[in-house]
């Protein structure tokens, strides 16, 4: 990424700069290879994988190129380790610390719901030194959950827990002067779990806007990564200090179990309200993503050029990954095939010289002979190839999320816009029962997102966005109204239509914006847009579902630790290989 992209406006000048970024947008690499329908398919959008363009792979490579320095002032904690840890992170010229309160270890089960209880630790990300009242309001309120609130300068509040599946093994063994046993790793893939993490006014944190153009984490999600890379920082130093506990001649971890280590990750069915609250923002990101694809795609790869070297090794790691996965929901079985599947696409490229001239005769054969999820993963790979290119467009990732105030077409341009591009939503089944199965709502008792059957919970009131049975509404009342005559008289007659309409002229430069599916039918699988989200734009490593609802894995699994900081990161990073077993 570049020093200091212009990717996010100061206070008030989203308006003023998002027609800028659009028409930069259009200029910058070439117009995606797939349309509408093939992308925005629920089951497409599932298969993305993480890319250049998740915000852990470009906060990881932000950190190491940009060389930010992160040490350890103090480490503080007892022989269960509860206590403190801060650490000083400069970056860009800016001073940030993060610090940990670390809790002895919770009894009993483990969840990842954000009200249950205790937390292993909770942490904050400060901008400049953390005062002692900072701290200490931390330390009393964090616990408050949503009743909680933060001291100003405070970016992230954020919390997680040990897994005991795995912990207690590292800490055993490095207290006798071994390093974990790589398969038990392997099968968790990280130390400690998160169970929050938030910012941009939670809480009472700083507001993302407020940050301004030139901050060093003023990219969105930036501070977000920054404060789970350094929970996995923690996870680390206080496996290690336990360690020393047990063994004054305890090892270090090494840095090659580091890399392998994530930090635990996981989201329920709420980011459904993401996607559908958010379609500015997933629209440009999408577009970018789609964009840098179809750029790469365009690439010709003689047999003397570096980037067809670095591909073929992308492919025979990405391939050895995949087989190495002993976490992702697949399983033994759908592994293998993936992992075949990417060994014959990196045997045929090594052996056919046609299939990167140009590149898009190697998507094209993984499209049609391979299974989403792996064709999606040469995609990541051949995105790996213009790091030049992916700075740029990030560069364009400024997005003006609030609407006109009221409608500014005409009616006639309204209906033209939606038999144009809402053609899957006019034909999108809304009458029948099954179309009706679920409705979506807050939880009074837990404070969380769910989701019911129209049967179980009768008299809930609905809070997603119907934007399928509010497109075909909009459209049979404007024929009825008549199609010349004036917005403002039908809006005064129907004003149920004006957030549909306030929409659908705020997207109309948006190609990927709104899923093709309706979230209320009883086919609808909410995991398909929880893992868009937490795979495909955060960078979600080795998914799992669980017990279809929520999507788990692991972050940050591949990036260096901070001692490492400095180095020139390698190619493929994002896929680690497991370690070595050590004697």
Request: charged share 25%; hydrophobic share 40%; with cysteine.
């Amino acid at each position: 990424m570049p020093p200091s992209p212009a990717i996010t406006p100061p206070p008030g000048r989203a308006a003023t700069l998002e027609p800028v970024a659009v028409e930069r947008l259009r200029r910058i690499g070439r117009p995606p290879l797939r349309g509408e329908a093939d992308l925005m398919a629920p089951g497409a959008l599932a298969a993305l994988q993480p890319s250049a363009l998740s915000c852990s792979h470009y906060f990881v490579e932000r950190l190491f190129r940009d060389r930010w320095s992160i040490r350890c002032e103090s480490l503080d904690l007892d022989a269960e380790g509860a206590g403190i840890a801060r650490y000083a992170i400069e970056a860009g010229g800016r001073r940030f610390e993060f610090v940990a309160l670390a809790n002895p270890p919770v009894e009993g089960g483990r969840s990842g719901r954000v009200l249950d209880g205790e937390r292993d630790m909770n942490g904050g990300l400060y901008e400049g030194r953390a005062t002692d009242r900072q701290i200490e309001t931390m330390r009393r309120e964090m616990p408050k959950i949503y009743a909680g609130r933060a001291e100003p300068d405070t970016l992230i509040w954020c919390r997680s827990n040990r897994s005991m599946r795995v912990f207690e093994h590292v800490v055993g063994r490095l207290a006798a002067g071994r390093q974990p046993d790589p398969e038990r790793i392997a099968e968790i893939g990280y130390l400690m779990r998160n169970v929050g993490i938030e910012g941009n006014g939670i809480y009472g944190t700083r507001p993302f806007l407020t940050y301004g153009r030139d901050h060093p984490l003023g990219a969105p999600y930036m501070a977000q990564m920054l404060a789970g890379y350094m929970m996995r920082e923690f996870s680390f130093d206080l496996a290690e200090h336990l360690a020393r506990v047990g063994s004054p001649g305890a090892a270090a971890l090494d840095p090659a179990f580091k890399r392998f280590i994530g930090i635990g990750n996981g989201s329920a069915i709420g980011l459904v309200f993401f996607v559908y609250n958010r379609p500015q923002f997933l629209g440009r990101w999408l577009e970018m993503r789609e964009r840098l694809i179809a750029s790469a795609a365009a690439l010709h790869l003689a047999d003397d050029d570096p980037r067809r070297a670095t591909l073929a090794a992308l492919l025979e790691r990405a391939a050895r990954f995949v087989a190495e996965d002993r976490v992702g929901e697949d399983g033994g079985t759908a592994n293998a095939q993936r992992s075949a599947e990417l060994r014959a696409l990196a045997a045929a490229f090594a052996a056919d010289a046609t299939l990167g001239r140009p590149v898009r005769r190697l998507l094209d054969k993984a499209w049609a002979e391979c299974a989403g999820a792996t064709a999606e993963t040469v995609l990541s790979c051949v995105m790996d190839l213009m790091p030049e290119l992916r700075d740029r467009l990030l560069a364009c990732f400024v997005v003006d999320e609030d609407p006109p105030p009221a409608p500014r077409m005409r009616l006639g341009d309204i209906a033209g816009l939606i038999e144009r591009q809402y053609g899957w939503a006019l034909a999108t089944d809304t009458e029948t029962p099954s179309a009706n199965h679920f409705v979506w709502y807050q939880s009074i008792s837990n404070d969380e997102p769910r989701r019911g059957t129209r049967h179980d919970t009768p008299a809930t009131h609905n809070m997603l966005r119907n934007v399928v049975g509010g497109v075909k509404a909009l459209l049979a009342d404007i024929r009825a109204f008549g199609e010349t005559g004036d917005t403002a008289d039908f809006l005064l007659a129907h004003p149920e239509h004006r957030h549909t309409a306030q929409r659908i002229e705020h997207l109309r430069d948006a190609r990927f914006h709104t899923p093709h599916c309706n979230p209320f039918a009883e086919d609808f699988r909410a995991l398909d847009l929880v893992r868009l989200i937490m795979v495909g734009f955060y960078g979600l490593a080795k998914p799992v579902d669980y017990l279809d609802r929520n999507a788990r894995g692991i972050m940050f699994h591949g990036a260096p630790a901070r001692g490492e900081i400095g180095r020139t990161l390698e190619p493929g990073w994002h896929l680690p290989l497991m370690p070595r077993a050590v004697p």
